[in-house]
């Protein structure tokens, strides 16, 4: 048993520490740079607590607190590549046809006297060179010897020069090696362009030319948000130290965001410039630049975004009746449009699921039917949640994902010639794969869909 005297002094300890921890944590806090690695482990860690979500049932709530028209109230900016710039007539026609951007941006590395693009008004669209506007700026920060440091920009004046003489094979070359490089240096011009031309918007969007983005969705999310608080929202990749909005989803800033930045910290847009020479992903410099102002990604809102393109989107037993607001990577004009066909006349927002209403792959009731596909993936790519095993059939293959050992499977494909059997907390629409044998647990599906629109009175 402790004396007295000494029981009296572990009491006083405990009470001293009890206050000057809290201190200490709060100068920490106040003192430490808005982009040290100790607030953002802390901010990490507390994301689940500190940043804002909404629940599928509150998504679909209406009406909205903070109503939104995209016509007049979103800028939307468009980032393409001379490597890539065929996808941008795609593009116009989709906001022609009603996707409903009257304030629009196209941006790129090229200028585009040769794309010949007209809007609903017959007025000339412009293609913004914003690499070049890197350029300018840094080559009057940067003496000669400085420009040495930095192979990004002879990379571009190759491309620039190639195009000027019409050196088209060339200018071919150089996309096709460097255009990811020069994809890097678009991404902070692009916003600043954005917040110059359109001060007012509620809401600016930074997407790929192979996005793809469902309005009714896009205007219920934001109706959710208030735009005059300084916002970053999309869907959250990278490591604790450096959590950013991934560009191909889509980058979501509202205007205080942009006018805390472009307005109070011109050196820090400038070192943003600067940093774009050297920096392997533009949208990663995006959250570091915001970090140094203090401004960070809201990842309670990351599941409504999609970076798949629709053929591998995972559908999810936890985000099947969740809305979607976009796909990625769809790289053809017609593949883009063949989207629009399913979503472009959607009034209200699309969830996870209906991505199998595209078009290619067997419909659930023909899955009820002929549980067994020759040909064809519902699984796709493996990772750290699937399982792989061996099966002697397709039929085992089967069993093991709808039998109640694997209750989670919502998924499997078979592969005859090694006997591999995948399986799958998700299952995927799909496409053609020669040689397998795959299919997905409708029961399952049919029950998790039942239950999560049952709870949203949705049924």
């Known amino acids: ?17 009890a206050i000057a921890i809290p201190v200490v944590i709060v100068l920490l806090w106040v003192l430490l740079p808005s982009d040290h690695f100790l607030r953002l482990w802390a901010r990490f860690n507390l994301s689940p607590v500190i940043d804002p979500t909404l629940t599928t049932s509150q998504f679909y709530t209406s009406p909205v607190p903070y ?24 593009w116009l026609d989709l906001i022609q046809r009603g996707l409903h951007f009257d304030n629009f941006l196209f941006v790129a590395d090229f200028d585009t006297d040769d794309l010949a693009m007209v809007d609903a008004k017959a007025e000339p669209v412009i293609v913004h060179n914003v690499a070049n506007m890197t350029m300018h700026r840094v080559m009057a920060q940067l003496n000669i010897e400085e420009q040495k440091r930095y192979p990004r920009i002879e990379k571009y004046t190759t491309l620039e020069g190639a195009l000027k ?27 600043e362009l954005a917040w110059t031309r359109y001060p007012k918007a509620k809401w600016y969007l930074l997407a790929d030319d192979d996005t793809y983005l469902i309005r009714p969705s896009l205007e219920q999310f934001l109706g959710h948000l208030d735009s005059s608080k300084p916002l970053y929202v999309g869907n959250a990749v990278g490591a604790w130290n450096g959590r950013f909005a991934h560009g191909g989803s889509t980058i979501v800033v509202s205007r205080p965001a942009l006018a805390q930045l472009f307005n109070g910290h011109p050196d820090v847009v400038q070192q943003a410039y600067v940093t774009s020479l050297t920096t392997l992903l533009g949208d990663h410099l ?36 969740d809305p979607i607001i976009s796909y990625h990577h769809i790289k053809d004009p017609e593949a883009m449009m063949a989207v629009h066909d399913v979503f472009g006349r959607a009034t209200t927002p699309p969830r ?46 089967m069993a093991k994902c709808t039998g109640k050992k694997w209750g989670a499977c919502l998924a499997w494909t078979f592969i005859p010639e090694t006997k591999v059997c995948n ?28 239950d999560c629109l049952s709870s949203m009175n949705k049924v």
């Open 1 to 17: 048993m402790l004396a007295p005297g000494v029981l009296r002094m572990g009491i006083r300890l405990v009470r001293q520490l």
């Open 67 to 90: 109503p939104v028209d995209t016509n007049k109230d979103v800028v939307l900016i468009v980032k393409s590549g001379y490597g890539t710039r065929h996808r941008l007539h795609g």
């Open 165 to 191: 003489h019409e050196y088209n094979t060339i200018a071919e070359k150089v996309a096709q090696e460097f255009g990811w490089e020069m994809d890097a240096m678009k991404f902070i011009p692009s916003l």
């Open 286 to 321: 995006v959250t570091k630049t915001f970090h140094r102002i203090g401004l960070y990604l809201k990842e309670g809102y990351s599941r409504f975004f999609n970076g798949e393109p629709p053929a591998s989107t995972k559908i999810r037993h936890d985000r099947m009746c």
């Open 352 to 397: 996870w699921l209906d991505t199998w209403r595209l078009k290619g792959a067997p419909t659930l009731q023909q899955l009820e039917k002929q549980p067994i596909i020759a040909d064809w993936d519902h699984v796709g790519g493996l990772d750290e949640y699937t399982h792989s095993g061996r099966a002697d059939t397709a039929e085992a293959c």
């Open 423 to 450: 399986t799958s907390p998700w299952m995927i629409v799909g496409q053609t794969e020669v040689g397998r044998m795959t299919g997905v647990n409708t029961k399952l599906v049919r029950k998790l869909a039942k």
